[in-house]
């Protein structure tokens, strides 16, 4: 409590009489503002945070269900494992990475 009195008399003496409620005011105003928007980017982090939370039980939850449908799809196939077949468009096709020399490029430019 003392400090808070010993801040005011300085305050008094550094900005004087006349101009002390103005800047009273000034600072309040400001010292709002400033609460203010911190409690909007709170709100606005909690509310991202319940989105993400939302999207990962989301991901997780698909994860699970293809999961599931692919031990269904295990148990009915004959003798419990996958039938070698072809990738079809549906299924994602790796594709194989080759680097290019030196030499095939002097090819190629020749060309």
Same mark, same amino acid.
Request: glycine fraction near 2%; aromatic fraction near 2%; hydrophobic fraction near 30%.
């Given at each position: 409590?003392? %400090? !808070? !009195?010993? *801040?005011? !008399? ?9 101009? *002390?409620?103005?800047?009273?005011? /000034? ?6 503002? #400033?609460?203010?928007?911190?409690? $909007? #980017? /709170?709100? %606005? $982090?909690?509310?991202? /945070?319940? *989105? ?15 999961r599931d449908e692919q031990a269904q799809h295990d148990h009915h196939s004959p003798h419990g494992h996958h039938e070698s077949h072809a990738p079809t468009s549906e299924e994602p096709q790796q594709m194989e990475l080759t680097e290019? /020399? ?5 090819? &190629? &430019?020749?060309?």
């Amino acid at each position: 409590m003392s %400090e !808070i !009195i010993f *801040l005011a !008399i300085l305050a008094l003496v550094v900005v004087g009489p006349k101009e *002390l409620p103005q800047l009273a005011r /000034t600072l309040g105003r400001f010292l709002n503002e #400033l609460k203010r928007s911190s409690n $909007i #980017l /709170t709100d %606005e $982090i909690k509310q991202q /945070t319940r *989105l993400d939370r939302f999207d990962l039980d989301s991901a997780m939850s698909r994860r699970d269900q293809v999961r599931d449908e692919q031990a269904q799809h295990d148990h009915h196939s004959p003798h419990g494992h996958h039938e070698s077949h072809a990738p079809t468009s549906e299924e994602p096709q790796q594709m194989e990475l080759t680097e290019s /020399t030196n030499d095939d490029s002097d090819e &190629k &430019k020749k060309s």
